[in-house]
């Protein structure tokens, strides 16, 4: 495909692009990276596809977490601010900023 492209990137490029590549999970990964699933068959009724949908299928099922939500927001936001208001440290924090901009 670089051949055909009409800026070529340059061998050498590539070759330590590839170098770096790493496949998902090797090297300790991140967490993110536990699920993963390789699938060596490009066959469509093939174990490797069945099985994908099998785990895609479980994942879906789940119930979806909505950590964004405005109730949820507003929780935080309010765990937050008690927080705040009991620390001495945010306490005196403000009034230098208030003594300090007078």
């Not at 590539?14 to 990964?29: D, V, Y």
């Not at 109730?71 to 208030?98: P, T, Y």
């Amino acid at each position: 495909r670089n051949a055909s492209r009409p800026a070529r990137l340059p061998d050498g490029v590539l070759s330590k692009m590839h170098s770096r590549f790493e496949p998902p999970g090797e090297g300790g990964g991140q967490s993110w990276e536990s699920n993963k699933l390789v699938v060596l068959s490009a066959d469509a009724g093939g174990p490797d596809v069945a099985r994908l949908w099998g785990l895609l299928d479980s994942l879906w099922s789940g119930p979806v977490s909505d950590t964004n939500s405005p109730a949820v927001q507003a929780a935080r936001k309010a765990e937050g601010r008690a927080a705040n208001h009991q620390s001495w440290a945010h306490r005196l924090d403000n009034w230098m900023r208030r003594e300090l901009s007078s």
